[in-house]
């Protein structure tokens, strides 16, 4: 992790310290799980890391900005109505933290070495700040509303790909209960033939910094909850790329399922789920 400021207070300096701090001591846990729970489903996994990061970004932020509010995933009961609930009861706030402490608790839980934590800041509703870290490889993504998205001091930039065919496309398995995996199913057997090929790692918000940095051309996934999304969308705006609903609308922070692109795809892609019945419950 590069040297950032410490106790500086411009919003991104304490973005990145935080995000990079949560995802060091993360990494210091990985094999040291004492008790794995479920949530909202059997799939639905939950450690005392995933709720010990989600304390420690909110300590750093409101050490920072005591008057600002924060929306973690760990502070919120386990669902999307619930989910919903609690973004919309916050989102009048003048700064609004939305933080994901692990996104990819899965992975964690196993040792498969992708997973992230992603802090975004909402002004007003728009996102300001937006940032994901990848411990696993000290990969750090930020970007600054029209300013710009970088990796460790590098813009990062949109891939190129014009055609679903040259392109490579992720999406992810949602722990189910309300039906969201099945429209995921049908999203992804429509999809595999048509694009170069298909990955899941397992980490909405990697996935996102993975479009924002041209390693995918496209993501998309339903039944998702704002703290995997918002820093990404930032990120991905950008860096040159598209992100809305599945139905194409614009992306706004309660928007549930996701399509990213590096814009050029997205019509494509986005007609692709449509006629495919995948686009959403
Ligand atoms: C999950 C990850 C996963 C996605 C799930 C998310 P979590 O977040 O982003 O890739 O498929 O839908 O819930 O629970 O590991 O923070
Ligand atoms: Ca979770
Ligand atoms: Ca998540
Ligand atoms: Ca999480």
């Known amino acids: 992790v590069e040297p950032f400021v410490v106790g500086s207070k411009s919003f991104t300096a304490v973005a990145i310290n935080t995000a990079a701090k949560a ?52 502070g919120v009961e386990p669902g999307p109505e619930a989910s919903a609930r609690a973004l919309q009861a916050m989102s009048d706030e003048e700064y609004l933290w939305i933080v994901d402490p692990i996104d ?8 498969f070495p992708f997973y992230s934590v992603s802090i975004a800041l909402a002004h007003k509703g728009e996102i300001i700040v937006g940032v994901v870290y990848d411990p696993s490889r000290d990969e750090l993504f930020v970007a600054e509303k029209g300013k710009g998205a970088y990796m460790h001091g590098n813009k990062t930039t949109v891939s190129l790909d014009s055609k679903l065919s040259e392109s490579l496309v992720a999406t992810g398995f949602p722990a189910d209960r309300d039906g969201a995996l099945p429209i995921n199913l049908r999203g992804t057997l429509a999809l595999a033939p048509k694009v170069r090929n298909l990955r ?41 790329g598209k992100v809305s609903d599945t139905a194409g609308n614009p992306y706004q922070l309660s928007v549930r399922n996701v ?23």
């Not at 794995?36 to 996994?45: A, G, M, N, P």
């Not at 990819?104 to 040792?111: A, E, K, L, Q, S």
């Not at 399509?259 to 419950?281: D, F, R, V």
């Open 259 to 281: 399509l990213a692109t590096n814009g050029q795809i997205h019509n494509e892609l986005q007609q692709e789920l449509a006629g495919a019945g995948a686009t959403g419950l």
């Open 23 to 74: 995802g060091q001591w993360i990494k210091s846990k990985l094999g040291d799980i004492n008790r794995v729970d479920t949530k909202y489903s059997s799939q639905d996994l939950v450690t005392e890391v995933d709720k010990g990061s989600e304390k420690l970004i909110r300590n750093l932020i409101m050490t920072h900005f005591p008057d600002h509010s924060i929306l973690g995933e760990e």
């Open 104 to 111: 990819g608790t899965t992975n964690f839980v196993h040792g």
């Open 200 to 240: 899941s790692g397992g980490s909405a918000a990697l996935h996102m910094a993975y479009v924002a940095a041209g390693r995918l051309s496209g993501f998309w996934e339903i039944g998702l909850s704002a703290w995997d999304v918002a820093a990404g969308s930032l990120l991905i705006q950008e860096s040159g």
